[in-house]
């Protein structure tokens, strides 16, 4: 069996839940949500889950994925939902990607699922205010090439300048790696994580 990273765990940290477990999570963004034409994933830090008619305080991330994500959430929405949480699984075929260490190495120890996301609640706002303009800058910058340009010319603009490659189809990233440029789009992206990186941690 492939052994994944461990957290330090804490008294309230994921990884002390029994799962699989349902339960009502409170967490927040801490980052963009993930919009696929297929599915949206909501990358969350958890704040409290309500266990027993009472809620308890719960720390680590947590990634739902979504099968059709159509609510407006942004980076520091704190949201609230009732989800089945378990541990990620590695895809069982022989020399599959190893998705369970991947999101390890992030310290993502829960996932869960949703067909849809209107019942999800949104309480509250928290984060850094820098993190939200620059995030804000993003989403305005994404949304100009998508009305100004045809979706595969948006997709690479959003990917090469802000570090959006949710919009690339497999078609596209085939050809950036067939070209031998795949790396362009990774380091467009990290050069963006840098930024706001560094900007959350000057706030």
């Known amino acids: 069996m492939q052994q994944t990273d461990k957290p330090n ?5 994921e990884r002390q839940l029994a799962l699989p477990q349902k339960g009502t999570l409170e967490g927040r963004l801490f980052q963009e949500p993930d919009r696929r034409p297929r599915r949206g994933r909501l990358y969350l830090e958890a704040m409290q889950v309500w266990q027993n ?3 308890r305080p719960m720390t680590g ?3 739902v994925t979504v099968r059709h994500l159509t609510g407006e959430w942004q980076y520091g929405d704190v949201l609230r939902q009732t989800l089945r949480l378990r541990s990620p699984r590695n895809f069982h075929t022989p020399g599959s990607f190893a998705y369970e260490s991947y999101l390890a190495r992030r310290k993502i120890y829960l996932s869960a699922f949703l067909w849809r996301d209107n019942k999800i609640e949104k309480i ?3 984060g850094s205010w820098l993190r939200h303009q620059i995030e804000q800058t993003r989403r305005t910058i994404g949304t100009f090439f998508d009305r100004q340009l045809p979706p595969r010319q948006a997709a690479v603009l959003r990917a090469l300048i802000i570090g959006d490659k949710s ?3 497999p078609d596209l990233r085939d050809a950036f790696a067939h070209a031998g440029v795949a790396h362009v789009l990774a380091i467009s992206g990290l050069h963006i994580g840098l930024v706001a990186t560094v900007a959350y941690a000057a706030w």
């Open 167 to 169: 919009q690339l189809s």
């Open 53 to 55: 008619g009472g809620p």
């Open 61 to 63: 991330m947590v990634l």
């Open 124 to 126: 509250g706002m928290r």
């Open 9 to 13: 765990l804490t008294q309230h940290h």
